[in-house]
């Protein structure tokens, strides 16, 4: 099925509905939603979740002005899934690394440069709009194991994700993920995150040594950070926007800090080399010690909320 026949296959079964609209986006299709709450926009290519803004207010995301929207190519920011390794696969446990054949994969899984399968737009109520997206992943060079991947968003007065794994297989498999959150920062020289203080976190920059400090996180080089076995609420303070970011993860006890700041930036594709300033990644996670193996007909879920209130 060619783009045009996507487009209106997909516009007669949910154009009807209101506050619901398809678009395209150079090779890509995008569905969008709008109710007096929120607006989201997602793409089918990955479930990528591209913007979340609260009626009247910013964006939540930060996505770059650079992304090219050319099918197979992720796109830089929103909230990408990573799945069924995080990163680089060299950099996950072997039990995740032993299932792969081939030498060389893309980063952060296989997932985000395919087409999920959008299954239903649930209008709940006047300020609640919930999306639900599958993938069928079927045994490959890159991944020998059957899955079925299920995403749902729920687009209200907070975003709430949900991402789940069945094993639809007759072999059991073991994987890292995250929900690989890109937040919208006026200046990340100004915010401050809160939640991470005294927990234990990997410095994948200092040779993986494992540190932890007393004090709020505050950004001010290159970050690349996995804060371990992580419970609570993490709260972005960011006073250039006037606003601080609830984040709660659920089933997800890593949580990943990245900032490329300015060389990073120079090398990173579909991203600008001041584009450091105005982003901040905190990843809700599953990594390293705390990969997941699911048996033949077993099920993993993991998500995150996110809520905005104006200071």
């Given amino acids: 099925m060619n783009l045009a026949d996507k487009v209106q296959a997909l516009y007669a079964e949910y154009g009807a509905l209101k506050g619901v609209t398809i678009e395209i986006y150079k090779q890509l299709i995008a569905v969008s939603v709008k109710n007096k709450a929120a607006s989201a926009t997602i793409f089918l290519q990955g479930a990528q979740l591209a913007e979340y803004k609260q009626a009247g207010e910013r964006p939540l995301l930060w996505l770059s002005d650079q992304c090219d929207y050319q099918v197979g190519k992720p796109l830089r920011g929103g909230i990408p899934i990573c799945w069924p390794w995080f990163g680089d696969l060299a950099k996950n446990p072997d039990q995740v690394k032993d299932q792969i054949s081939l030498d060389v994969v893309p980063a952060h899984g296989l997932v985000r440069e395919q087409e999920w399968q959008l299954v239903d737009v649930n209008l709940i109520d006047s300020e609640t709009t919930q999306i639900k997206l599958e993938l069928d992943v ?19 007065r907070s975003l709430s994700m949900n991402f789940e794994v069945i094993n639809t297989g007759d072999k059991a498999f073991s994987f890292t993920s995250a929900l690989h959150s890109y937040f919208s920062v006026a200046g990340i020289e100004g915010v401050e995150v809160l939640g991470l203080e005294d927990v234990e976190y990997i410095d994948t920059l200092k040779d993986w040594r494992l540190s932890c400090s007393s004090d709020p996180l505050r950004v001010s080089s290159e970050i690349d950070r996995i804060y371990k076995n992580l419970s609570g609420v993490v709260l972005i303070n960011d006073p250039g926007f006037a606003r601080q970011i609830e984040v709660t993860s659920r089933n997800a006890p890593d949580l990943v800090a990245w900032n490329p700041w300015t060389e990073k930036a120079k090398r990173l594709s579909h991203f600008a080399d001041q584009a450091f300033h105005k982003m901040l990644c905190l990843e809700s996670a599953h990594l390293l010690d705390n990969l997941q193996t699911l048996a033949p007909d077993q099920s993993f879920s993991m998500g995150l909320n996110c809520r905005v209130s104006i200071t």
């Fill in 138 to 156: 079927q045994p490959s060079d890159l991944w020998p194991f059957p899955a079925l991947l299920k995403l749902e968003v729920t687009v209200g």
